[in-house]
């Protein structure tokens, strides 16, 4: 049963890592849902603080990647339109990997406040912006997931 809940527990941790750039996976809590299967091993030794630090760090993280961008987009100037653009042009984008993931959520947003306030400058600047938060929520949830991940492996190797 250990090494059942040890390949769960990596699976999670590698599923974690993809849900970090795919926007269909909840890459945070699929990560700390594999370090939480680790509990239910003898030999993985991983402290509770650890855990509690990991899962505090996880709803953070998650609450950011969906606030961050739209807090951003409104910083900017940028319409609900913008924001619903940057989420459309991201899921499209999958169909154009890899460069769809990076490209769709910038050319959505642009087109989204394009629509809204037909100027294009001002477009140029909500799709900029809303392309950093991307990228920035992008890289903290892939370190997450590498952090989590390294810990797990640690934990079963040792």
């Known amino acids: ?51 509690v630090v990991a899962g505090v760090i996880m709803v953070v993280i998650t609450v950011i990647d969906y606030l961050l961008p739209v807090w951003f987009t409104q910083l900017s100037g940028g319409s609900k339109e913008s924001v619903r653009g940057s989420l459309v042009g991201m899921v499209i984008g999958l169909f154009f990997l890899p460069w769809g993931i990076l490209l769709g959520p910038f050319i959505g947003a642009f087109i989204g406040e394009y629509v809204a306030k037909k100027r294009s400058g001002q477009a140029f600047k909500v799709a900029s912006v809303s392309f950093i938060a991307f990228i920035v929520t992008t890289a903290v949830k892939l370190l997450y997931g590498v952090v989590l ?10």
């Open 1 to 51: 049963m250990e090494i059942f809940f040890i390949s769960l527990a990596l699976v999670c941790g590698a599923i974690g890592l993809l849900g970090a750039v795919l926007p269909a996976l909840p890459g945070p809590p699929v990560s700390y849902l594999g370090l939480l299967f680790l509990l239910l091993c003898d030999g993985a030794e991983i402290s509770s603080t650890f855990y």
């Open 149 to 158: 991940l390294f810990y797990m492996v640690k934990a079963v190797v040792w």
